[in-house]
């Protein structure tokens, strides 16, 4: 088994560290991750420089570029043999809901499900990696059972784990994405030269968080594990605007 991770946060990450090392047991892993922190990439390729691989002193590769870059970059050209499995994370704080859109951490398991792979993502619901073991445990269980009991195709998941200890994980959630109310306002600041600024504000809160939602398993303290499909068609307006169209 060959095994393909990568992250957005960079090479460099305690994240990608402990998920490179939970899945050397299963196979042969490869990691090849971005150079600097893409945390909110989401998909985007670079198309407007080359890119390179190189390799860091712990056998790290790393690429400047994108999550989706090195995942496409790797099993496109990189790699010798075709990866049977692309994790990626594990990732710093939760990706719920809308945040699957921004992410780069899922970002780079969609692109190996694109490429036909199965893929994970991982995202670890605390800042700082408090509980970082338990997300490793869980990457483990969830890795082995995928091997032991392959789904009839190839999969996107996306896992998120709460910060707890082991013991306290209250279980796995098959889930579908919730709903965040309206992101929060970007904040305005001055440079040291009185530039204005502009950071990027908070997300929105939590919208849709009832049962079955990949909020309400975390906020239970339970493992949620969501699949994803890559569709942003949308049949409603299908269905509404074709009279509306037709009276262009
Ligand atoms: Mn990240």
Same mark, same amino acid.
């Given at each position: 088994?060959?095994?393909?991770?990568?992250?957005?946060?960079?090479?460099?990450?305690?994240?990608?560290?402990?998920?490179?090392?939970?899945?050397?047991?299963?196979?042969?892993?490869?990691?090849?991750?971005?150079?600097?922190?893409?945390?909110?990439?989401?998909?985007?390729?670079?198309?407007?420089?080359?890119?390179?691989?190189?390799?860091?002193?712990?056998?790290?590769?790393?690429?400047?570029?994108?999550?989706?870059?090195?995942?496409?970059?790797?099993?496109?050209?990189?790699?010798?043999?075709?990866?049977?499995?692309?994790?990626?994370?594990?990732?710093?704080?939760?990706?719920?809901?809308?945040?699957? &859109?921004?992410? =780069?951490? +899922?970002?780079?398991?969609?692109?190996?499900?694109? $490429? !036909?792979? @199965?893929?994970?993502?991982?995202? *670890?619901?605390?800042?700082?990696?408090?509980?970082?073991?338990?997300?490793?445990?869980?990457?483990?269980?969830?890795?082995?059972?995928?091997?032991?009991?392959?789904?009839?195709?190839?999969?996107?998941?996306?896992?998120?784990?709460?910060?707890?200890?082991?013991?306290?994980?209250?279980?796995?959630?098959?889930?579908?994405?919730?709903?965040?109310?309206?992101?929060?306002?970007?904040?305005?600041?001055?440079?040291?030269?009185?530039?204005?600024?502009?950071?990027?504000?908070?997300?929105?809160?939590?919208?849709?968080?009832?049962?079955?939602?990949?909020?309400?398993? &975390?906020?239970? =303290?339970? +493992?949620?594990?969501?699949?994803?499909?890559?569709? $942003? !068609?949308? @049949?409603?307006?299908?269905?509404? *605007?074709?009279?509306?169209?037709?009276?262009?």
């Amino acid at each position: 088994m060959r095994i393909l991770v990568s992250n957005d946060d960079g090479y460099f990450s305690p994240g990608i560290a402990a998920l490179a090392q939970a899945m050397a047991a299963f196979g042969q892993v490869t990691v090849v991750a971005p150079e600097a922190d893409r945390s909110g990439a989401s998909n985007s390729l670079t198309l407007d420089r080359p890119l390179y691989v190189r390799q860091s002193a712990n056998g790290f590769f790393y690429v400047n570029g994108t999550p989706t870059d090195c995942v496409h970059v790797a099993v496109t050209g990189f790699l010798e043999h075709r990866p049977d499995l692309v994790v990626s994370g594990i990732n710093n704080s939760s990706n719920l809901a809308e945040d699957t &859109l921004y992410s =780069g951490t +899922v970002a780079a398991a969609m692109e190996g499900y694109l $490429l !036909g792979i @199965p893929s994970v993502a991982f995202s *670890l619901a605390s800042r700082g990696f408090e509980h970082l073991d338990t997300a490793v445990d869980v990457a483990r269980r969830v890795v082995a059972h995928l091997m032991a009991q392959p789904p009839s195709r190839a999969r996107l998941l996306n896992v998120n784990i709460p910060a707890l200890p082991y013991g306290d994980i209250n279980g796995f959630e098959l889930t579908r994405l919730g709903r965040r109310h309206v992101a929060q306002p970007v904040e305005i600041a001055f440079s040291p030269r009185g530039e204005k600024v502009y950071w990027g504000g908070p997300p929105g809160g939590q919208r849709e968080a009832g049962p079955g939602t990949d909020f309400n398993a &975390l906020n239970q =303290g339970r +493992v949620s594990v969501t699949p994803l499909r890559v569709d $942003l !068609g949308d @049949p409603e307006g299908l269905d509404e *605007l074709g009279t509306w169209l037709s009276g262009i």
